[in-house]
């Protein structure tokens, strides 16, 4: 099966712009979460979104906002962009039901690198 | 809420050396155990998994055994290699919400 995959690799945007970062879960999972990434805050949950509704969210602004669409690929967009926002934004997918545990285990995609000048 | 303690990195080995990485958690019932590794440049790779008390996850001459008595998740491996190095986060899965929750992650260096 092909893994997890991101669009862009790379991101260069100005503070104020919006981005759209987009990610294509493995086949048949159905759960697709985002995280961010940097050095100071270590791994943090953005949101998780299962069959086309978010499902669990962190604690992060509503500038901070996804979709979900029908073949299960998602996309998150940050709006009004600020230098903290420089970070890997990681994708996550999982099967996302089942009774056990295992159905929730997340593969992760390579990552998108935003960089906010 | 349920939380994941790893120790502080880096861990600065040669190679061939012992390597053992601590985790310990905090979770409501029974959670599902896990050691992800990120190499540079990469996203999280799943290395191994433990579902129950006393199971032993392992994977690649990683290993770790779920020690419910004591909380624990010890990773380990008998000799290093320098393409070991990477960070390694520990994290689990509980009944609530079935997002994970990572601890922050131990880097691991390896000298030739």
């Known amino acids: 099966k092909a893994g997890v995959t991101q669009t862009p690799r790379y991101l260069i945007k100005t503070r104020g712009q919006q981005v759209t970062l987009s990610c294509s879960p493995i086949?048949?999972?159905?759960?697709v979460s985002w995280y961010q990434q940097t050095p100071g805050q270590g791994l943090q949950f953005l949101f998780e979104?299962?069959?086309?509704?978010?499902?669990n969210k962190g604690n992060f602004p509503g500038r901070f906002s996804g979709r979900q669409f029908s073949n299960s690929r998602s996309e998150m967009n940050v709006s009004t962009l600020e230098l903290g926002d420089s970070a890997l934004y990681l994708c996550?997918?999982?099967?996302?039901?089942?009774?056990?545990?295992?159905?929730?285990?997340?593969?992760f995609g390579p990552g998108t690198r935003l960089t906010v000048t | 809420g349920d939380s994941v303690t790893q120790m502080e990195g880096p861990v600065t080995l040669s190679e061939e050396a012992f390597l053992t990485i601590n985790c310990t958690y905090t979770?409501?019932?029974?959670?599902?155990l896990f050691w992800y590794v990120q190499y540079p440049g990469e996203g999280l790779q799943l290395l191994l998994k433990?579902?129950?008390?006393?199971d032993k996850g392992s994977n690649k001459g990683f290993e770790a055994t779920y020690r419910k008595e004591t909380t624990s998740f010890h990773l380990e491996k008998g000799s290093v290699q320098v393409s070991d190095s990477a960070v390694y986060f520990c994290?689990?899965?509980?009944?609530?919400?079935?997002?994970?929750?990572f601890g922050r992650g131990t880097s691991l260096i390896v000298h030739p």
């Open positions: 979104y299962f069959s086309e509704t978010q499902r």
């Open positions: 086949s048949g999972h159905r759960s």
């Open positions: 433990a579902t129950k008390a006393d």
């Open positions: 996550a997918s999982s099967p996302g039901q089942g009774a056990g545990k295992s159905s929730y285990e997340q593969y």
């Open positions: 994290a689990l899965i509980s009944g609530g919400s079935y997002i994970p929750t």
């Open positions: 979770a409501t019932g029974y959670p599902s």
